[in-house]
Protein backbone atom coordinates (compact mmCIF):
# COMPACT_ATOMS: atom_id res chain seq x y z
CA UNK A 1 0.00 0.00 0.00
CA UNK A 2 1.23 3.31 -0.73
CA UNK A 3 -0.34 6.52 0.47
CA UNK A 4 -0.15 9.72 -1.75
CA UNK A 5 -1.37 12.90 0.12
CA UNK A 6 -2.08 15.99 -3.27
CA UNK A 7 -1.80 19.24 -2.67
CA UNK A 8 -2.93 21.83 -4.61
CA UNK A 9 -2.59 25.07 -4.41
CA UNK A 10 -4.03 28.71 -5.73
CA UNK A 11 -2.87 28.17 -9.66
CA UNK A 12 -4.98 27.74 -12.71
CA UNK A 13 -3.22 24.60 -13.32
CA UNK A 14 -4.83 23.05 -10.29
CA UNK A 15 -8.06 22.67 -13.29
CA UNK A 16 -6.17 19.12 -13.60
CA UNK A 17 -6.09 17.97 -10.27
CA UNK A 18 -8.76 15.16 -11.54
CA UNK A 19 -6.63 13.94 -14.28
CA UNK A 20 -3.37 13.86 -11.93
CA UNK A 21 -5.89 12.14 -9.00
CA UNK A 22 -7.06 9.32 -11.84
CA UNK A 23 -3.36 8.81 -13.25
CA UNK A 24 -1.98 8.29 -9.87
CA UNK A 25 -5.10 5.38 -8.84
CA UNK A 26 -4.18 3.72 -12.04
CA UNK A 27 -0.75 2.93 -11.40
CA UNK A 28 -1.31 0.57 -8.93
CA UNK A 29 -4.99 -1.08 -6.91
CA UNK A 30 -2.54 -0.45 -3.85
CA UNK A 31 -1.84 3.11 -3.95
CA UNK A 32 -4.70 5.16 -2.26
CA UNK A 33 -4.59 9.00 -2.49
CA UNK A 34 -6.13 11.96 -0.30
CA UNK A 35 -6.15 15.44 -1.55
CA UNK A 36 -5.79 18.94 0.70
CA UNK A 37 -6.43 22.32 -1.46
CA UNK A 38 -5.80 25.51 -0.19
CA UNK A 39 -8.53 28.02 -0.48
CA UNK A 40 -7.40 29.37 -3.25
CA UNK A 41 -7.00 26.45 -5.28
CA UNK A 42 -11.08 25.73 -4.48
CA UNK A 43 -11.25 27.96 -7.37
CA UNK A 44 -10.21 26.23 -9.82
CA UNK A 45 -11.85 22.81 -9.67
CA UNK A 46 -15.17 20.89 -8.58
CA UNK A 47 -14.26 18.16 -5.88
CA UNK A 48 -17.36 15.82 -7.79
CA UNK A 49 -14.97 15.64 -10.52
CA UNK A 50 -13.17 13.48 -8.54
CA UNK A 51 -13.05 9.91 -7.50
CA UNK A 52 -15.87 8.95 -4.82
CA UNK A 53 -12.94 7.59 -2.50
CA UNK A 54 -10.50 9.83 -2.54
CA UNK A 55 -11.13 12.50 0.30
CA UNK A 56 -10.41 16.37 0.25
CA UNK A 57 -9.20 18.21 2.94
CA UNK A 58 -9.52 21.96 3.29
CA UNK A 59 -8.48 24.29 5.93
CA UNK A 60 -11.44 24.50 7.58
CA UNK A 61 -11.08 20.62 8.39
CA UNK A 62 -7.65 21.61 10.63
CA UNK A 63 -10.18 23.10 13.32
CA UNK A 64 -13.24 21.00 12.83
CA UNK A 65 -11.62 17.73 14.07
CA UNK A 66 -9.71 19.39 17.40
CA UNK A 67 -11.76 20.36 20.09
CA UNK A 68 -9.54 19.45 23.54
CA UNK A 69 -6.33 18.17 24.42
CA UNK A 70 -5.60 14.09 22.93
CA UNK A 71 -7.79 15.06 20.01
CA UNK A 72 -6.08 14.31 16.21
CA UNK A 73 -4.47 17.31 14.81
CA UNK A 74 -5.11 17.29 11.53
CA UNK A 75 -1.46 18.37 9.50
CA UNK A 76 -0.32 15.57 12.38
CA UNK A 77 -2.29 12.98 11.51
CA UNK A 78 -2.26 13.23 6.90
CA UNK A 79 2.07 13.56 7.61
CA UNK A 80 2.35 10.60 9.02
CA UNK A 81 -0.28 8.03 6.97
CA UNK A 82 1.21 10.03 3.69
CA UNK A 83 4.25 7.94 2.19
CA UNK A 84 4.53 10.83 -0.42
CA UNK A 85 3.21 14.19 -0.71
CA UNK A 86 3.03 15.54 -4.00
CA UNK A 87 2.59 19.55 -4.17
CA UNK A 88 1.11 20.08 -7.64
CA UNK A 89 0.90 22.60 -8.81
CA UNK A 90 3.00 24.89 -6.48
CA UNK A 91 1.99 28.84 -6.94
CA UNK A 92 5.02 31.36 -6.18
CA UNK A 93 2.93 32.21 -3.01
CA UNK A 94 2.83 28.50 -1.11
CA UNK A 95 6.48 28.48 -2.79
CA UNK A 96 7.09 31.39 -1.52
CA UNK A 97 5.70 30.56 2.02
CA UNK A 98 7.41 27.29 2.32
CA UNK A 99 10.76 28.44 1.42
CA UNK A 100 10.24 30.76 4.42
CA UNK A 101 9.25 28.61 7.40
CA UNK A 102 5.63 29.42 7.31
CA UNK A 103 2.51 27.45 8.03
CA UNK A 104 -0.32 29.79 8.03
CA UNK A 105 -3.04 27.41 6.46
CA UNK A 106 -3.62 22.87 5.95
CA UNK A 107 -1.50 22.92 3.18
CA UNK A 108 2.02 24.56 4.96
CA UNK A 109 1.36 23.04 8.26
CA UNK A 110 1.94 19.77 6.71
CA UNK A 111 4.53 20.69 4.73
CA UNK A 112 6.16 22.20 8.10
CA UNK A 113 5.45 18.97 9.78
CA UNK A 114 6.51 16.79 6.95
CA UNK A 115 9.12 14.03 7.80
CA UNK A 116 12.07 14.37 5.91
CA UNK A 117 13.10 10.90 5.50
CA UNK A 118 9.63 10.58 3.07
CA UNK A 119 9.83 11.89 0.17
CA UNK A 120 7.64 15.17 -1.49
CA UNK A 121 7.71 16.41 -4.81
CA UNK A 122 6.60 19.49 -6.08
CA UNK A 123 5.28 20.86 -9.29
CA UNK A 124 6.06 24.71 -9.59
CA UNK A 125 3.35 26.54 -11.75
CA UNK A 126 3.00 30.28 -12.50
CA UNK A 127 3.46 33.09 -14.95
CA UNK A 128 6.70 33.62 -17.10
CA UNK A 129 7.53 36.51 -15.51
CA UNK A 130 7.10 35.28 -11.69
CA UNK A 131 9.08 32.13 -12.98
CA UNK A 132 12.10 34.28 -13.95
CA UNK A 133 12.56 36.50 -11.03
CA UNK A 134 15.27 35.64 -9.23
CA UNK A 135 13.68 34.62 -5.55
CA UNK A 136 12.00 31.67 -7.39
CA UNK A 137 15.42 30.09 -8.39
CA UNK A 138 16.30 30.73 -4.50
CA UNK A 139 13.25 29.60 -3.09
CA UNK A 140 12.89 26.20 -5.34
CA UNK A 141 16.72 25.31 -4.23
CA UNK A 142 15.83 26.05 -0.64
CA UNK A 143 13.29 23.32 -0.95
CA UNK A 144 15.83 21.28 -3.12
CA UNK A 145 18.32 21.65 0.10
CA UNK A 146 15.43 19.85 2.44
CA UNK A 147 15.57 16.92 -0.13
CA UNK A 148 11.78 18.28 -1.43
CA UNK A 149 12.33 16.84 -5.57
CA UNK A 150 11.30 19.68 -8.22
CA UNK A 151 9.31 18.49 -11.27
CA UNK A 152 10.42 21.24 -13.47
CA UNK A 153 8.39 23.54 -14.96
CA UNK A 154 7.87 23.36 -19.20
CA UNK A 155 7.64 26.59 -21.58
CA UNK A 156 4.48 26.93 -23.18
CA UNK A 157 1.20 29.78 -23.86
CA UNK A 158 0.18 30.17 -20.25
CA UNK A 159 -3.45 30.91 -19.46
CA UNK A 160 -3.39 34.54 -19.53
CA UNK A 161 -2.08 34.25 -23.09
CA UNK A 162 1.74 35.11 -22.17
CA UNK A 163 4.35 32.42 -23.63
CA UNK A 164 7.66 30.80 -21.45
CA UNK A 165 8.64 28.60 -18.61
CA UNK A 166 6.38 28.50 -15.72
CA UNK A 167 3.56 26.21 -17.18
CA UNK A 168 3.36 23.00 -14.98
CA UNK A 169 4.77 19.76 -16.05
CA UNK A 170 2.32 17.81 -18.13
CA UNK A 171 0.25 15.34 -15.86
CA UNK A 172 1.82 12.45 -17.56
CA UNK A 173 5.72 13.88 -16.32
CA UNK A 174 4.55 13.52 -12.91
CA UNK A 175 2.77 10.96 -13.07
CA UNK A 176 6.15 9.15 -14.34
CA UNK A 177 8.12 10.99 -11.61
CA UNK A 178 6.17 9.65 -8.78
CA UNK A 179 6.00 6.21 -10.43
CA UNK A 180 9.50 5.85 -11.18
CA UNK A 181 10.18 6.72 -7.38
CA UNK A 182 7.59 3.97 -5.82
CA UNK A 183 8.54 1.31 -8.23
CA UNK A 184 5.37 0.07 -8.60
Avoid at 32 to 52: D, Q, Y
Avoid at 72 to 101: R, Y
Avoid at 176 to 183: A, I, M, P, R, S
Wanted: glycine share 6%.
Amino acid sequence: MVNILVGCTGSVATIKLPLLVNGLIGLNPEIRVRVVVTEHARHFFEENNLPADVEVFHDADEWAVWNKRGDPVLHIELSKWADIFLIAPLDANTLSKIANGLCDNLLTCIVRAWDLNKKLFFCPAMNTKMYQHPITATQINTLESWGYKEVPVIEKTLMCGDTGAGAMAEVDTIVKTVQDFVKL
